[in-house]
């Protein structure tokens, strides 16, 4: 199957005001205070949002669609593009969508109380606060973005450019390797992902006893959920970012998507018998394949 056919590239681009400002009357007091012989020696930068949340909140907010973003696609240029399977490509719209929405809306609650976050930042920066350093709402509102791109990925040799036909050739060899390259890489990561997490199921699963030989007591560890459920969620994932339709990595996840069956946190939790036979499972899995 042709990753043209099987993959969309998209961009997700968001942008969140810093809200941070060099004070350079505060950063030569600094300086000279300390004596310091360069002028690069220290720099003062205000939070001009002092004492307040709502900006931070936005920024955490854009910081978790960017996470959300990367586990929902594969890599592709080294920034900007990324690949997403058109079978995910519905549910992500649709999640990215909402994500969007809310971040919008986030932003408006931010604009209007822009003037009264102003006034609480004043109370909290003393002589630092200098109102020039604020610009005003609608030009604080452009600095927010929340962008979303998708464009189909380009075939092999799609290379368009009206130059000599030798520096064209030579163009299109370089667009070719290129392209492989950025191919080998999407469809290694899935591989990586997994290999990564039988590796940490495999140690979490691990018995250890105490330092202490006169008592060799098991060590207790703490167990969570998300256990089972990362790796739930990786086998749905894998169903998706098997672009190329290995067989391997099918079988891969079928393994795992079969260990999983009927496991149950709490019993992992309290049977050594239990730990040891998914351990088993996993760790056969981690020889049984190229990793």
Known sequence: MSITSSAVLVEMSISVWTANKTDKAATNKVLADNLAQASDAAQVRKNLMAGTGLRKEIADYAAQCRLWHNTRT????????????TSLFLDYKQEANKRRDMFNAM???????????????????GSLFDSADYPD????????????VFSPVPDAGDFRLDIAAQDMAELRDQYDTQFNDR????????????HKMLVGMSEKLT?????????PVP?????????????????????????????????????????????????????????????GKVDAMLKQFEW
């Open 74 to 85: 594969l890599p592709w240029a080294d920034r900007g593009a990324r690949l997403l399977p």
């Open 107 to 125: 932003v408006d609650n931010f604009i209007d109380k822009y003037p009264a976050l102003v006034q609480t930042a004043h109370n909290y920066l």
């Open 219 to 279: 060590k207790k560890r703490l167990w969570h959920d998300t256990f089972i459920t990362n790796a739930q969620e990786m086998c749905a994932l894998l169903t998706h970012f098997n672009l190329t339709k290995d067989p391997q990595m099918e079988e891969a996840r079928r393994q795992l998507e079969r260990t999983l069956v009927g496991a149950d946190i709490d019993v992992i939790k309290g049977s050594p018998l239990a730990r040891s036979e998914m351990k």
């Open 137 to 148: 709402a609608d030009e604080v509102a452009n600095k927010f973005g929340y962008r979303l």
């Open 207 to 215: 018995e250890e006893v105490s330092d202490d030989p006169e008592n």
């Open 183 to 194: 191919i080998a890489d999407a469809v290694r990561k899935p591989w990586n992902d997994l």
